[in-house]
Structures are given as structure tokens and as C-alpha cells.
């Protein structure tokens, strides 16, 4: 669903931008909301404490374009909130978008895919991947915030490894949504409950169930084996990045890589520009099968070959087990940004 409606919202969102974004001034305060409408972005008629505002805040047409992607996440995963009975749509998925416009890229992530340009051997990273663990201060921000939403069965702390019953009153390491270190306290009864995030990388999970915390739908996902739902600690909305192309001379061998995490669980940037480079060079410049090949050779080298334990690759570790999807966008040469 997302695949096919997300890019439309997109579209529309920008559609109402085309007329501001052509402009060189800054964008304007208000727009009416029917031809005629009355207002005025004077300030002058302010009094109290509204007279000490700025006239207005610096908004810039990049910002208004990472809005119109934010809005356009949003719109989808209502969108799927409302249809999901009458078009049985039960789950839920990560999105990676990238949106060309004025010059510049636009990459937004909602997930645990990524992306990473690749421009003369130097790798620049588009995206960061949204998990329990990247997120942890959010989500416990959220459960302290409100903790019905922790159903009595779940904490808002962290703890190094799971408290035990013998363990009360003593002093253990724990951290909550304030702290990036550790710190001790006293072990209360409630410190019992499991933790809101626990594990680490593949294996945290928000509330012993799901390893993402941004995406689009889940919104009939629960705790297992309860009725807690899971979706008011998912967020719809994506980070986006934004890459100026007019500041640099690009050539035919820098590429834009998107993946999901079945590429990058097991492949490292640097293995992927290593491979970036090692597949272009054998090719003509002016080749478009070029970018096709290297996007296969990113998929081959990340599932592995199979051996008698299972796929393995060339370290003899075993090869992804997840979905592999990548594209390859290039950044210059013949036939780029069409």
C-alpha cells in the first residue's frame, strides 16, 4: 500500500509548494485558504505578551519541501488507519524515499533501511537507522509520560540485564529517558515489570515484540499475549536529510545507495563503496546496465553462496537472512536526474 499511494502523497504535498518554492523570496507567513480571504501578517495590532514575538521566524524553501515529505508520512499512515478493516491491511513497514527537486536530494527514512552517497571513494551517510536502541530515550521519554500506556506491565527504566525477585533493595545500574550513562538505585517493586526496550541491536525489541520504531501502519499491533497496543510508540514520521548536488562536480561513478536492513546487517559502507568501485570500473562510463549490475552485485555479496552450513560469505559468516532490496541512484554522467 505504501509502495503505491506513499509517492502520490508526496506529490500532493509539493503540488501546493510549486508557485513558493519558484520564488527567491522567503516564503510567506499565511496563505489564504480561499482566493479573497481577509488577513494580515502585520504584527503591529499585537499587545501583551505576543508584542514581544519576532515579526516572523526564518523559514526556508528547503524546509517548507522536509515538511511536505513529514505531512505526506503522516497522511499515508492515517490513510492506512482508516482503510485497514475494508482493505485488510493488518501490518506494517519501513519506508525510504528520496525526492529530487530544485537541485537538491531529499532523503527520508522511517525505519531501519539507509542510505549512503558514495562521491570519489568518500562515503556520506543519508540516513541513520530508527531502532530500540537509537530511540531508547524517546520511547522511555513517552512511557514516563505516560504510563498507561505501560499497562502496569512494563518499565520505563533500562537495566543492564533483567531484575530478579531476590534482587529487591538492592542497588543495581539502571537509566532512564534523562541519562546516556549509567547510574545505581535502590531495586523497588515495580523495577520488576519488564523493560520497555530490552535486548540489544538485532535482537531490542520495544516491548519484547518489534525492532523498529518508525514505519508506516501497525496500528493493530499488540504486546503478545496482551491487549497493549504497541503504535503510540512507533513514529509515522521519517527523518529526511537533505544533499545540495549544485555544490560539487559529480561523475559518473558517484552513486546515491539505498538498502534495507538485509544489506546492511551484514555489508559495512566501506564494503559497499569497495564494491561501488570494484563494479563501475568494469564498465564504459556512458553503460546505464552498470548501475543494474552493481545493484546486483550489492545483493549477491550480502546473501552469500550457499555451503554446507548454510549461506555463507567470503569471511565464512553467515550471509543475511532478511529481505535485500537496493537501488542505485547515480549523481552524474549521462542521464542523471531524470
Not at 548454510?310 to 543475511?320: F, I, M, T, V
Request: charged share 20%; proline share 7%.
Amino acid at each position: 500500500m505504501a509502495s503505491r499511494l506513499l509517492h502520490r502523497h508526496i506529490r500532493e504535498q509539493l503540488k501546493d509548494l510549486v508557485e513558493i518554492l519558484q520564488d527567491p523570496s522567503p516564503p510567506p507567513l499565511c496563505l489564504p485558504s480561499t482566493p479573497g480571504t481577509p488577513g494580515s501578517s502585520d504584527p503591529s495590532h499585537l499587545v501583551g505578551p505576543q508584542s514581544c514575538w519576532p515579526s516572523q521566524k526564518e523559514v526556508t524553501h528547503e524546509s517548507l519541501v522536509v515538511g511536505a515529505i513529514e505531512n505526506a508520512f503522516q497522511l499515508m499512515d492515517e490513510q492506512m488507519a482508516q482503510e485497514r478493516h475494508g482493505h485488510q491491511v493488518e501490518g506494517g513497514c519501513c519506508a525510504l524515499v528520496v525526492v529530487y527537486l530544485l537541485g537538491k536530494v531529499y532523503v527520508a527514512n522511517a525505519g531501519d533501511s539507509r542510505a549512503i552517497i558514495v562521491r570519489n571513494g568518500e562515503i556520506i551517510p543519508m540516513s541513520r537507522e530508527f531502532t530500540p536502541e537509537t530511540e531508547r530515550q524517546r520511547l522511555q521519554l513517552l512511557g514516563f509520560l505516560k504510563p498507561e500506556l505501560l499497562g502496569g506491565e512494563f518499565t520505563h527504566l533500562e537495566f543492564p540485564r533483567r531484575v530478579q525477585t531476590k534482587e529487591l533493595g538492592q542497588r543495581m545500574l539502571y537509566r532512564d529517558q534523562n541519562m546516556t550513562g549509567w547510574a545505581y538505585k535502590k531495586i523497588e517493586l515495580e523495577d520488576l515489570r519488564f523493560p520497555l526496550v530490552c535486548g540489544e541491536g538485532k535482537k531490542a525489541r520495544v516491548m519484547a515484540t518489534i525492532g523498529v520504531t518508525r514505519g508506516l501502519g501497525d496500528h493493530n499491533l499488540k504486546v503478545c499475549s496482551s491487549s497493549l497496543p504497541i503504535k503510540p510508540f512507533l513514529s509515522c514520521f521519517p527523518e529526511v536529510q537533505v544533499y545540495d548536488l549544485t555544490q560539487y562536480e559529480h561523475c559518473p561513478d558517484d552513486v546515491l545507495v539505498l538498502g534495507t536492513d538485509g544489506l546492511w546487517d551484514v555489508t559495512s559502507d566501506c564494503e559497499v563503496a569497495a564494491t561501488v568501485d570494484r563494479v563501475l570500473s568494469t564498465y564504459e562510463p556512458n553503460d546505464p546496465s552498470r548501475y543494474t549490475a552493481l545493484a546486483q552485485a550489492l545483493v549477491l555479496g550480502a546473501r552469500g553462496t550457499p555451503r554446507d552450513r548454510g549461506w555463507r560469505l567470503p569471511n565464512n559468516k553467515l550471509g543475511s537472512g532478511d529481505d535485500i532490496s537496493v537501488f542505485i541512484i547515480p549523481l552524474g554522467g549521462p542521464g542523471s536526474y531524470s
